[in-house]
């Protein structure tokens, strides 16, 4: 294999390990605004349904005063929710273009000549190592998808809207990316 293949490899899977920290990191991060968010949803349903005026009737506004208040607090949450979601982005665009300039460099691979494309015992093929590249970047490009999907519906007022927003944001990290990250180790140490 081309030296220079070698190392955009060495970039591409060493970016791809700190992409799923970071990536870990972030969903961690979302979790206080869901959970907020899951409690907001709560009061609201409560205070909506609640007839206030009959039972506090020294505070008229005290209804408005508090819807007033839970929107905010909705609202906070939300705009944290989408500068998380910014990072998801930043971080995914970051990989995109690892995975880009890596792509760029084997477009000139002869691909029928051993050599040029066999691994050794401690780096996998060149096409073994360009599939998994592809399917780690598509995996983190899926997900990022499904949260922005879920946060661009999302409706306060309907549980099933929050429970897709809590499971857009789960962990993507599953067998395939602990297997890319096994088989690509020893490329970036």
């Not at 972030?26 to 609640?50: D, Y």
């Not at 949450?77 to 300039?101: D, G, P, T, W, Y």
């Not at 040029?116 to 998994?132: E, F, K, N, T, Y």
């Amino acid at each position: 294999m081309d030296e220079q293949i070698k190392k955009q490899v060495s970039v591409y899977f060493s970016c791809f390990y700190k992409h799923t920290q970071k990536w870990k990191t972030l969903i961690e991060k979302s979790q206080r605004p869901l959970a907020t968010l899951r409690n907001q949803a709560e009061q609201l349903l409560h205070v909506e349904r609640v007839d206030i005026s009959t039972e506090f009737s020294d505070f008229p506004d005290l209804k408005e005063k508090l819807l007033f208040k839970i929107y905010t607090a909705i609202d906070e949450e939300l705009s944290l929710l989408k500068s998380i979601l910014l990072e998801f982005n930043s971080a995914l665009q970051e990989l995109r273009n690892k995975l880009f300039a890596l792509d760029k460099l084997t477009v000139n691979v002869d691909w029928h000549n051993e050599n040029s494309i066999c691994g050794s015992a401690l780096l996998p093929s060149l096409p073994d190592l360009m599939q998994m590249a592809l399917i780690g970047c598509r995996l983190y490009s899926d997900s990022y998808q499904n949260i922005a999907n879920s946060l661009k519906c999302f409706n306060i007022r309907t549980e099933k809207s929050l429970n897709e927003l809590t499971c857009s944001l789960r962990d993507v990290a599953d067998e395939r990316v602990n297997h890319i990250i096994a088989m690509t180790q020893y490329c970036y140490e």
